[in-house]
């Protein structure tokens, strides 16, 4: 479900001009999606996301040229932050933040790219 859901959620938006899939595997117990997408203002966002039974494993990665613009991931660094293991990179910041999904992602993406 995870592999389809974002693959669905990724053509489907209008800032994605550009979808490539680099990896999937879809078992019984796990589900894995790679992907990066080209949006409307030539920046790219790396997607990565891992179910299984009980955790979900996610990185957004968008990046303009070799400049990281935000990432939002559940790696378990920063034990300091509130909502430990969720959090964005900004820049050098590093803030803490809910847990988020693709579509919030998107969302924010979009609520920035109607600012420019």
Known sequence: ????????ILRSHSSV???RITKTLVEPDIEL????TTLKDRSVLYVSEVAGAGFRDYSY??????????????SPHHKELPNFPHHTHKGANILSRPAVNLTDVLACI???LERL
Do not use: F
């Not at 479900?1 to 669905?8: A, Q």
């Not at 999606?33 to 990066?36: D, E, F, G, L, W």
């Not at 990665?61 to 559940?74: A, Q, T, Y």
């Open 1 to 8: 479900m995870l592999v389809v859901r974002t693959i669905t």
């Open 110 to 112: 979009e609520t920035e």
């Open 61 to 74: 990665h968008g990046k303009k040229g070799d400049k990281l613009i935000k990432r939002w991931d559940n």
């Open 33 to 36: 999606i790679k992907a990066n």
């Open 17 to 19: 001009v550009e979808l």
